[in-house]
């Protein structure tokens, strides 16, 4: 069936919505593209302020038939429309049906559970691709292992462990809050603390559990060369790499047999260390009580909302990811982007994933709910690449 668009980006009137629109250059890759949403008067303004021929749909994320109807109309579609859980979901279920290309930024695990258990069998009998978690959760952690482990595959070794360490200076979008709130209201708490929550479903056993558990130590880290500090997005990020290997053991060529990954925030002290495990713990605090809630609705930013355009590029992004070999080598991986983690490299990482969607032929013929890692592994790095994102991995013993 022919398609009126090659791309859809939809949620396009949000804070990460505009910014992803000014960054997509479809047109002067002689493709087709419209941005869509739910109000028709911030549609066509954007529409104005990009100057573009770009199509305009109108439908409601909650409408299954509008929904269906903009699946139908496009070879790919791209999402910054959420909470994700109550604005993307009738949209991938229509995107499997139609056969459409998926990606987004969500962080919402257990919708992602949702979205395997539902979706994956058949979007992977019809080769769609389904692509969440391609912001800053989780592209950077899931391409970093996959960088480590292919190099110590170059060196004939297995990936044993990889550890990562994120430093960052970033703002809080509306949208972000509205996510963290809707989960801690919808979703079973359970969800959040299993470290395998995103396994293929025959590979969820108790030993597998046990064996990943997350590591929440502080303590000085030689080979990262910080104090490890729990990190806010770990408990996504981990999820998300261990998919991956896990997907990729199914084909016979996973990272290790006894791979494993634990993630971290950066830090210069102890006392640092627990500083932000407080503040993690109050956060969470917070976030478990209706009056927490009140408080961080009330005092944090509106949906729509997000930081300066002056906070946005005075941030920046860096991981480390440090694996060990089945011989002993230890691969240091590097990624740093001159840009807040939320936004700028966020958007980078969904646009480079979206365009590489709609040149799904020359993408691994893997299809199905898949991770950063999986659907594209080398092409989104070397895309990113292209574009301010740094990329080093080396031998350091
Ligand atoms: N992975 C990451 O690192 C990362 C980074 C940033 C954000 N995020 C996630 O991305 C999402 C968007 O963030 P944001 O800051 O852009 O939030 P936002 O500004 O609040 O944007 C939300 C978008 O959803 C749209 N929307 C709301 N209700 C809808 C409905 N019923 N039907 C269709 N569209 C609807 C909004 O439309 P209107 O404009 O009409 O209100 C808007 O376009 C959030 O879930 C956030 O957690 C992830």
Known sequence: MSKTYDLVLFGATG???????HLFDVEARGMSWAIA?????????????????????VADGRDAAAMSELAASTRVVCSTAGPFALYSDALVAACVLHKAHYCDITGETPWVRRLIDAHHDKAEADGTKIVPMCGFDSVPSDLGA????????ERD?????????????AGLNGGTLASALTSSVHESPRAFIDPILLHPADLRTPAERDRHQDDRK??????LGVVTAPFVMAAVNTRVVRRSNALLSEEGH?????????????????RQAWLVAAGLGSLAGLLATPPGRWLLKRFGPDPGEGPSDEQMDGGYTSAVHVGVGSKGTVVKAKLTYPGDP?????????????????????????????????????SLMDALHAKDVSWTAEVVA
């Open 15 to 21: 804070f990460t919505g505009v910014q992803a629109a």
């Open 37 to 57: 949403g739910r109000n028709r008067d911030k549609l066509e303004s954007l529409k104005a302020e990009l100057d573009s021929d770009v199509g305009v749909i």
């Open 146 to 153: 996959w960088l480590v482990a292919h190099t110590l595959r």
């Open 157 to 169: 070794e297995q990936t044993t462990t990889v550890r990562a360490a994120f430093k960052m200076k």
């Open 218 to 223: 502080m303590a000085y880290d030689e080979a």
């Open 254 to 270: 996973g990272y290790g047999d006894s791979f494993s990954y634990q993630e971290f925030l950066g830090v210069k002290s102890r």
């Open 342 to 378: 939320g936004n700028r490299a966020t958007l980078r990482f969904l646009v480079s994933a979206a365009l590489l969607l709609c040149d799904a032929d020359k993408l691994p013929k893997r299809a199905g709910v898949l991770t950063p890692a999986t659907a594209f592994g080398a």
